[in-house]
């Protein structure tokens, strides 16, 4: 029987040889590196190598997908962890970056087969930004990156 993926418990996972990037989104850059710190600390309690861990940055969350999808086809790496801060302003301008952001990574994974997280806030106010992007393992970096090995680990047990 295979039992990877096969309990709703959550899993004991071990990142060990796991090659992982993180993109990050430089708009609110502030909140967007506590979100980067939380993502590398979690992927060290999980065993990734330092030597296995990329990371790039593109301007705003509008342009995670692009960079996803462009580094998940080059086979490099296991998993991809998008990070990003979006703060509702007064104009719709939110609702177009959020929703491009969730569809273009969502698509960046379905078409690649390379899993990726989608660690972007999408906020009210800032607070809720800081809220959860602090040092503790509830940091949204540090979730999406459990998700990033959990999912790697998946894909590779599915497709062995
Ligand atoms: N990008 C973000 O990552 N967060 C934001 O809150 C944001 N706001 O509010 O405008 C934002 N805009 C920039 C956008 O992601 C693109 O970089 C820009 O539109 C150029 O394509």
Same mark, same amino acid.
């Given at each position: 029987m295979t039992r990877a993926g096969s309990s709703s418990a959550i899993p004991d996972l071990d990142g060990t040889g796991l090659r992982i990037a993180i993109i990050g989104a430089r708009f609110n850059d502030h909140i967007v590196t506590n979100l980067r710190d939380g993502a590398l600390r979690g992927l060290e309690r999980l065993g990734v190598a330092d030597n296995d861990i990329m990371e790039s940055w593109v $301007?705003?969350?509008?342009?995670?997908p692009l960079a996803a999808k462009v580094l998940a086809q080059t086979g490099k790496v296991d998993a991809i962890i998008c990070l990003g801060t979006v703060i509702k302003g007064d104009t719709p301008h939110f609702e177009y970056v959020c929703g491009e952001a969730a569809r273009g990574i969502q698509d960046a994974q379905l078409t690649t087969g390379i899993p990726v997280m989608f660690g972007v806030l999408t906020v009210n106010t800032e607070q809720q930004a800081i809220d959860r992007s602090g $040092?503790?393992?509830?940091n949204k970096g540090d979730e999406a990156a459990v998700g990033a090995v959990e999912m790697a680990l998946l894909v590779k047990c599915l497709t062995a």
């Open positions: $301007p705003g969350a509008f342009e995670l $040092p503790g393992i509830d």
